[in-house]
């Protein structure tokens, strides 16, 4: 793992991470000097909710939290030679500063930039990574060697949310000026990160994507599909910062050489395989050749029912996908029956035919969906996308667990109305992990296909190129 930039590594830490104890701010908030958190014992660190940096799922703590906890504490403990232990402040999007201005925190790690959005710093100091972290291009190991980015030229090339891209455009502005086709950039704007990404090439639903050079090492020997093209290594792309008031400099200065040290790795070594355990078979192919054929040949039942019940057609695929691999023929063992995998009671409700046929299953499905956000009262008051996430949620977990989940949400300052990194953390406090998780692989889905169906329009434009 590359160590060039302590800065720059407690950033990517933390943004693979999820950091330390949770615990509860104090009763009285209060601003404290570092000389009375050492005296205390006690360092207190705000961290936004993330499925890698922290999730509470039924009070079992996931992400990298108890392992970096230990580590933090010790290291502290060791310099210090006292006792010293980290809590870790979950924080809600956007809070972070006004966790630290508040004194509920002695430190923050902002991934997201929030700072960017902040009109007044003055308060504050940021220690941004100098972007010193290599990122490098993988691919399923099937493909031919890449020996710099610029061969992807006319390729579609995939990237996490909370990447930053300059690199990548200034690459397509020099391929534009040789006369060369810019790389397709697909970014993810919601939650995907390189994980996430890695996973999905190793499992087929991806074809190239853009990490960090860490990461890739870090899960490639548990992802055994994978190539990491090693001569793409170019100017990196994550966000994570280390923010603390003005007068807390020398704790700064500590984190940042904790996340320097050789702790770090066995830390992260732990993390990988704890999260694999999750995350092993968690999802099938839906480009194979048997299962792309089945999606050819029932896309246009999604478009419609999907359309009618203002649901992305290519969002109630996944769904599909992940209910049934889209096999009309599939019965489970409770009886739920088709693509949609309907109980006959539900689909005989639905008014839509015989279920045990594909357009009126795929039809019943589209329709029940649109009843569950009627259920939830959401059915025209969240956006498209927001919505096909309540109702897949619904649709795992019923609808009254997902109303629950958003009356917790509001307690745990939580957005109501916006499902990832809000509402879907209290329903995984709610729940546990599967329903948490189930939306997470039915997006995945819903990319893979939407990539998908953009490549094949830009190789159709090639092909039959507009006059």
Not at 74 to 99: A, F, H
Not at 257 to 282: C, G, M
Not at 362 to 373: D, E, P, R, V
């Amino acid at each position: 793992m590359r160590r060039s930039s302590a800065v720059f590594i407690l950033a990517v830490l933390l943004a693979i991470s999820g950091l330390l104890k949770m615990a509860p701010a104090l009763a009285t908030s209060e601003q404290r000097s570092f000389t009375q958190m050492l005296n205390l014992g006690e360092v207190r660190m705000a961290i936004p909710y993330g499925q890698i940096s922290y999730v509470n799922a039924k009070n079992q703590i996931y992400g990298i939290a108890p392992d970096l906890a230990k580590s933090a504490g010790d290291y502290l403990s060791t310099k210090y030679k006292k006792k010293i232990q980290i809590k870790i402040i979950p924080s809600p999007p956007g809070k972070l500063l006004e966790l630290l201005d508040r004194g509920d925190a002695d430190f923050a790690i902002d991934y997201f930039q929030e700072h960017n959005l902040q009109k007044n710093l003055s308060k504050f100091l940021v220690y941004e990574h100098p972007r010193s972290e290599k990122f490098v291009v993988v691919s399923r190991n099937t493909q031919n060697p890449i020996n710099k980015i610029s061969d992807l030229s006319g390729q579609t090339l995939c990237v996490g949310h909370a990447t930053r891209i300059s690199y990548l455009n200034k690459t397509n502005e020099e391929l534009q000026k040789s006369g060369k086709t810019p790389i397709h950039l697909y970014q993810d704007h919601l939650v995907l990160n390189d994980e996430d990404l890695l996973q999905m090439v190793n499992d087929g639903l991806l074809d190239f994507v853009w990490v960090a050079n860490w990461q890739a090492q870090l899960w490639k020997p548990l992802l055994p599909n994978i190539m990491i093209h090693t001569d793409t290594a170019s100017e990196g792309g994550s966000s994570g910062d280390v923010i603390v008031k003005k007068i807390n400099a020398d704790l700064a200065k500590d984190i940042l050489e904790f996340a320097a040290s050789p702790h770090l790795d066995k830390v992260l070594e732990n993390y990988r395989q704890k999260t694999f355990i999750h995350e092993k078979n968690a999802l099938k192919n839906p480009l194979s050749k048997n299962e792309l054929n089945r999606f050819e040949s029932m896309k246009t039942y999604f478009h419609r029912y999907g359309r009618e019940n203002q649901l992305d057609p290519l969002f109630l695929a996944g769904l599909g996908f992940q209910e049934s691999l889209l096999n009309q023929n599939a019965v489970s063992p409770v009886g739920a029956i088709g693509v949609m995998q309907l109980m006959l009671e539900t689909g005989k409700s639905m008014n839509t035919g015989n279920i045990y046929e594909l357009e009126p299953n795929i039809h019943a499905g589209a329709k029940y969906i649109n009843s569950l956000l009627y259920a939830m009262s959401l059915q025209n008051t969240l956006p498209e996308t927001e919505r096909g996430f309540f109702a897949v949620a619904a649709y795992n977990s019923g609808a009254n667990n997902v109303r629950k989940a958003r009356e917790l949400a509001v307690k745990m300052g939580l957005d109501p109305n916006q499902w990832f990194f809000n509402v879907e953390m209290a329903s995984a406090r709610l729940l546990g992990l599967e329903t948490f998780l189930y939306v997470r692989n039915v997006y995945k889905y819903y990319v893979t296909y939407d990539v998908w169906v953009r490549k094949t329009a830009l190789d159709q434009e090639k092909l039959n190129p507009k006059r």
